[in-house]
Structures are given as C-alpha cells and as structure tokens.
C-alpha cells in the first residue's frame, strides 16, 4: 500500500511563507504525477497545483506567481513552496499521487494564515 505523508503546515502570518512536503512510500514515486490539492471548511476540496511525471505544472489561478509545486525523484518527495500567503488560503492541504487507474491521498496538513 502506497502511503502519503504531509509536512510543513503551521500558522503563519500574512505575507508570510511556508514550504509543505509530501514523502510517498514505495519505489514508483518517479512515474506518479503529482497534485496538491486544499480544503477550506464548508468548501469543496480543489486543486492547487499538479505535476506530471515530467516537469509540466499546472496551478489555480489563485495562487498563480506565489505558489511552486516541485517534486525530487531521488528523495520520493514533492514540494509545494507557498509565498505571499493570504487569509483566504487558509485550509488543509492535501498530496495526491496519480497513475493510470490508481491514486493515493495523503491525511492533509492544516495551513492557517492570520495575523
């Protein structure tokens, strides 16, 4: 069983800064595309940003130019670097693993932005 482990959440003030990383178990990490996604409370769970197996990225509007999602084969972790924090980013924060008819959540890690 693949398992997922979320790191980095805290609280934060705003305009502040904090790095989440996502270790996956097993020794497929390199094939996965990878995803980060956020659930605020009463919200709907949405994407935040993805990457494929490759270097492609994709991001939400909202955090475009302030968040960067990267990923190291080597260490079988993906990283979401998160700057310029907002109130509204407030959420738990959740990894994602995707392959072909599979995919793994990891149990999310809460992010606070307040003052």
């Known amino acids: 069983q693949v398992q997922l482990v979320e790191s980095g959440g805290g609280l934060v003030q705003p305009g502040g800064s904090l790095r989440l990383s996502c270790a996956v178990s097993?020794?497929?990490?390199?094939?996965?595309?990878m995803g980060w996604y956020r659930q605020a409370p009463g919200k709907k769970r949405e994407l935040v940003a993805g990457?494929?197996?490759?270097?492609?990225?994709n991001y939400a509007d909202s955090v475009k130019g302030r968040f960067t999602i990267s990923r190291d084969n080597a260490k079988n972790t993906a990283y979401l670097q998160m700057n310029s924090l907002k109130p509204e980013d407030t959420a738990v924060y959740y990894c994602n693993a995707k392959v072909i008819g599979t995919e793994y959540w990891g149990q999310g890690t809460q992010v606070t932005v307040s003052s």
């Open positions: 097993g020794s497929m990490f390199s094939i996965y595309a």
């Open positions: 990457m494929s197996s490759g270097i492609s990225t």
